[in-house]
């Protein structure tokens, strides 16, 4: 019993920490309907930004992540402006390929940079890297990352439904052509959403480099567990993203516990059966995954 | 007869086999290692491009997948030469048969999805395919990597000169080549054409969109994993590293991008133009860092498919249209200005 519940609590941190990386992916895709194939390296290279904030000048990479969100933000808005615009309203397989091409470009780069090194930071004192509540043992680490995730989602999903350009945002995502003619500018908004998604793509990869190792191939892990926790949750849906990925944590918690090596393979597998029979997620608005395809 | 129909019936055959032939008769040529081997490893991927292309252009479902049919073939003939002294001409058939039953089982699923989706879950599949390879390690004892010994014979598919690679992986491409060219020009070519431009369309007029979907996905499973046996036999040494990878079905579909997705030639223009360019960004930047060459062909790959995504063949056809529109409109303009 205390076994299961051990796993539920580790899977359901994990799961936190998967949702805050899928949550950028899934933003654009809600609005632009691009999916982000260089997602994962743009996790990446935020895992980088917060190892080498805290080496460079000793910023914990928990609090530095507002000023790694802030450079991706930026990032993000280069992004949109240097290349996803020139392929928006082109056939979808041209972004698939666009965003494959920048994946490899952004994956080499770091491997030109940085080497192959795994690299993380410790940033808990010593002895305070677990933490003990009530017989489960969870890391502080994991703990931390998860109210990041938990607070950065929440105050996502209020921006959305409170603020003016949330609302934009989120009827941009909705029908386009009709937001078009209530005088929002789809070009502006695209280009907002991307600095928006990638920045807190940057601020979830800070969160992650003290529990998880950096290295240049990382992003390729995380992109499909991306795609799952999108999938899963429903396209288009911010609470959907948080459910999706409490649901593969705690999935993941447990068939690591059985047998570890096929770990990635039930994400994979996950996801087939999902694209196959609810393509539209557990919570998406029916028919987003059409959408897509104009 | 056979020629003439191939000239009369479309460019783009004879643009298929000029380019075959050129390459074939530079087999003879040079007798030098380095050419040799590129042109082997063009012809191969030639051959695989086509093979991907027969469901990714003409079908119009982009897979993701085909590194899985690869790794397979690769894998499947391998073991059975080194562990039961079977000839990879015997190997590759039984490798074919087992990418088509995985081919079966992947349709089921993904045959309902369409553009991202389908890539997205073919990604999937060949991942778990991979995953499940080295997972299986734990029960059978095999190797990380699998290594074919040196022993040149027909019987094993190892031959001491480069030259009869290129005749063998020109084989594999003229196959493929010609099972496309058939396919295209059959009922089966229009109704895959048909699902690529329109599938709820087709469906509505009564092509049996799913059995024909499956069908390609067959002929081109089987004929990647042929390529994949071919390939092993000339690498002579296979790991899940280099068979099993994303970047080579990323590999596949950019060549039959960069040449013209869904055209005969494309996919051999794009293999003969991306492998010796990438060989030589290897060479060029091989020195400064690892990486470098990546970095270049990524860059590359972004600006072919955004300023290219008909690929050269539908870039050469644009621009031969616009010339002509020009022709004639300056031919009809001309009376009307009078002198000039």
């Known amino acids: 019993m205390n076994d299961f519940i051990q796993l539920l609590v580790s899977g359901i941190l994990l799961g936190g920490v998967y949702a805050l990386c899928a949550l950028g992916l899934n933003l654009i895709f809600g609005v632009a309907k691009v999916v982000n194939f260089a997602h994962g390296e743009f996790l990446m290279l935020g895992m980088y930004a917060g190892y080498w904030l805290m080496r460079g000048t000793g910023i914990n990479p928990y609090y530095g992540a507002p000023l790694v969100g802030a450079a991706f933000f930026v990032l993000g808005l280069l992004f949109y402006w240097c290349l996803m615009r020139f392929t928006i309203y082109k056939p979808e397989m041209t972004q698939v390929f666009a965003t494959l091409g920048l994946g490899i470009a952004l994956q080499n780069l770091a491997l030109l940079l940085w080497g192959g090194d795994y690299r993380t930071v410790q940033v808990m004192p010593a002895g305070a890297e677990s933490v003990e509540f009530l017989g489960i043992t969870v890391s502080a680490n994991r703990l931390v990352a998860f109210c990041f995730a938990m607070s950065i989602l929440a105050a996502v999903v209020l921006f959305l439904r409170l603020t003016f350009l949330g609302r934009a945002i989120e009827a941009i995502s909705q029908d386009i052509s009709a937001a078009r003619l209530m005088g929002i500018d789809p070009g502006r908004i695209f280009l907002l959403t991307f600095g928006l998604g990638i920045g807190l793509t940057g601020i979830a990869g800070a969160v992650l480099v003290p529990s998880f190792y950096a290295f240049p191939s990382v992003g390729t892990f995380f992109v499909l567990v991306a795609f799952v926790v999108v999938v899963l949750g429903g396209l288009a849906s911010v609470p959907g993203t948080v459910i999706g990925g409490l649901v593969l944590g705690v999935m993941e918690s447990f068939t690591g516990f059985f047998s570890p090596d096929l770990k990635e393979a039930t994400h994979f597998v996950?996801?087939?059966?999902?694209?196959?029979?609810?393509?539209?997620?557990?919570?998406?608005v029916k028919g987003a995954e059409k959408e897509a395809l104009k | 007869m056979t020629l003439r129909y191939l000239l009369l019936h479309r460019s783009d055959a004879f643009w298929?086999?000029?380019?075959?032939?050129?390459?074939?008769?530079?087999?003879?040529?040079?007798?030098?290692?380095?050419?040799?081997?590129?042109?082997?490893?063009?012809l191969l991927y030639a051959g695989l491009a086509s093979a991907w292309n027969i469901v990714g252009g003409m079908a119009g479902q982009f897979s993701l997948g085909h590194t899985a049919f690869v790794g397979i073939g690769a894998y499947t003939s391998t073991v059975l030469l080194n562990y039961a002294g079977i000839s990879p001409w015997?190997?590759?058939?039984?490798?074919?048969?087992?990418?088509m039953l995985l081919a079966v089982v992947i349709a089921f699923p993904t045959f309902r999805m369409r553009g991202v989706f389908f890539a997205m879950a073919t990604l999937a599949f060949s991942e778990t395919v991979r995953i499940l390879l080295i997972y299986s390690r734990k029960f059978v004892d095999l190797p990380y990597g699998l290594s074919i010994d040196f022993q040149p014979g027909l019987a094993r598919m190892v031959f001491e000169d480069r030259a009869s690679y290129v005749w063998l992986a020109g084989g594999y491409l003229a196959l493929v080549l010609a099972a496309a060219f058939v396919l295209s020009r059959s009922f089966m070519g229009f109704y895959l054409r048909a699902i690529r431009d329109n599938e709820d369309a087709a469906e509505a007029t009564g092509v049996p969109v799913r059995r024909y979907k499956l069908l390609a996905l067959l002929l081109s499973a089987a004929f990647s994993s042929i390529g994949g046996t071919l390939m092993a036999q000339y690498v002579m040494y296979i790991e899940p590293g280099t068979v099993f990878t994303v970047a080579l079905s990323v590999d596949l579909a950019l060549m039959s991008i960069l040449g013209g997705v869904g055209t005969l030639a494309g996919p051999v223009l794009g293999a003969a133009i991306a492998l010796p360019f990438r060989e030589f960004l290897v060479e060029a930047f091989g020195d400064a860092a690892s990486g470098t060459h990546l970095v270049v062909y990524g860059l590359l790959l972004i600006v072919i498919v955004v300023l290219l995504p008909q690929g050269l063949l539908g870039g050469a056809r644009s621009l031969r249209e616009r010339i002509a529109a020009r022709g004639r409109?300056?031919?009809?303009?001309?009376?009307?200005?009078?002198?000039?």
């Open chain 1, 270 to 284: 996950l996801l087939i059966l999902l694209l196959a029979l609810r393509p539209h997620g557990l919570f998406g």
């Open chain 2, 16 to 42: 298929t086999l000029l380019l075959v032939a050129a390459v074939l008769l530079g087999a003879l040529v040079p007798s030098n290692d380095y050419y040799l081997n590129l042109m082997v490893l063009t």
């Open chain 2, 90 to 99: 015997l190997g590759m058939l039984v490798g074919a048969a087992f990418s």
């Open chain 2, 329 to 340: 409109r300056s031919a009809g303009a001309q009376p009307k200005t009078g002198e000039q």
